[in-house]
């Protein structure tokens, strides 16, 4: 039989990764927040009006 060392860490099982692998930080949930606000917040009037202020879709 082996004799265990009770000292010794026990091994994550993980590697190399950080225990928070994958989980997105605080300030890149806001940021992502503020963005998709930006996007709602967009017209879709503005988008349509065709007044040859935006992109010539019809290329």
């Given at each position: 039989?082996?004799?265990t060392d009770?000292?010794?860490p026990a091994p994550e099982g993980r590697g190399l990764q950080p225990p928070a692998y994958?989980?997105?930080s605080p300030a890149?949930?806001?940021r992502a927040d503020?963005?998709?606000?930006r996007f709602l917040a967009q017209?879709?009037?503005d988008q349509d009006d065709g007044d040859g202020g935006?992109?010539?879709t019809q290329r």
């Open positions: 039989m082996r004799a009770s000292t010794a994958g989980v997105p890149l949930l806001a503020r963005g998709f606000a017209q879709s009037e935006g992109e010539d």
